[in-house]
């Protein structure tokens, strides 16, 4: 007798969301259903496009009453997809497990590494898990990068990361603009690039920050098996004289000399994340551990700019 494969049921929190998209997308193209979806904002017509038959709610409490509802009759969700401000996450992970269901959760995880403690000890509590969206992982050019770092085990390699993406004035006034909210330059725009630095060079063993204001951040990174320069930006003044005014946005990784392009391929890394969680090999707390503990660290470190090697844009900045 075949057994009959169940429909994997799925919540959204932050549906309007610059992020939710991508995650509808993965649900629809890995055979799940979007059931219901929450956000404080109702500019959510892109939910046509996959579920138009998803409840939605603008009020947090309404969509928790209808979430239980469905718990009650059997009817629960099996996951919940987490798309809210960075501050969120947190509590939204909290909300999905006391509702029986596994969280997806956007970078970053959470603010602080001693919210993943908490999540950690929740995750035992009720026999859920919380899986994090740690998509550069997955992407084919950073996987055959460690494959040829994990070659040479010995050797300590030279890297420059600079990201410049561009924003408008909305950004400063939007929750993004408020540190206590995002993290900061740092965890908002950086997280998924220092968690994929350390899954590619290993422990983080040192940190300087050499710059911190609203619209970028730089400093100096020592891995077990890398040292690595970085500047972030959200200012499109900081774009190099090449590509201004043709693109608004900047990523360059160069490793000892060569530069790895991997611009493209990031269009199915959410439904590639969501596939391998649902064969049960997501990214969990335990590797989200190290990204959080970086930008925590960037976050509250002292500035000290003429201490370690620096990134070759910081110049103007620190003279």
């Known amino acids: 007798m075949t057994s009959v494969q169940k429909t994997p049921r799925f919540a959204l929190i932050g549906a309007a969301g610059y992020i939710a998209p991508r995650h509808m997308r993965a649900i629809n193209e890995i055979g799940g259903d979007l059931v219901t979806a929450y956000d404080v904002n109702d500019s959510v017509g892109i939910i046509d496009s996959h579920f138009p038959d998803a409840r939605f709610f603008v009020e947090f409490e309404r969509f928790d009453r209808h979430i239980d509802k469905l718990h009650r009759r059997g009817d629960q ?70 494959q040829k770092v994990d070659a040479e085990p010995d050797k300590i390699h030279d890297v420059d990361l600079s990201y410049i993406t561009s924003r408008g004035q909305w950004y400063h006034t939007s929750w993004k603009g408020d540190v206590s909210k995002s993290g900061g ?7 998924h690039f220092f968690d994929m630095l350390g899954h590619l060079f290993g422990k983080n063993i040192q940190s300087v920050v050499h710059l911190r204001d609203d619209n970028r951040a730089a400093g100096y990174l020592e891995f077990e098996r890398a040292r690595v320069r970085w500047f972030l930006s959200v200012d499109r003044n900081d774009l190099p004289e090449q590509v201004k005014g043709k693109q608004p946005t900047y990523r360059s990784i160069t490793i000892d000399g060569d530069e790895i392009e991997f611009s493209g391929g990031f269009t199915d890394l959410h439904t590639q994340s969501y596939q391998q969680i649902l064969a049960g090999n997501g990214f969990g707390l335990d590797d989200a551990r190290p990204s959080i503990e970086m930008v925590s660290a960037i976050r509250n470190a002292d500035i000290k700019p003429s201490s370690g090697e620096q990134h070759s844009f910081t110049q103007d900045y620190l003279k």
């Not at 970078?107 to 995750?123: H, T």
């Open 77 to 146: 969700i099996d996951y919940v997809g987490i798309c809210s401000p960075n501050y969120l996450h947190d509590a939204h992970s909290r909300f999905a497990m006391r509702c029986g269901a596994d969280a997806i959760c956007e970078k970053p995880l959470v603010l602080n590494p001693w919210n993943i403690d908490g999540l950690a000890e929740m995750e035992r509590e009720t026999g859920k898990r919380v899986y994090s969206i740690l998509q550069l992982r997955l992407h084919p050019a950073i996987i055959a990068l460690k």
């Open 185 to 191: 330059i740092a965890t908002n725009i950086g997280v």
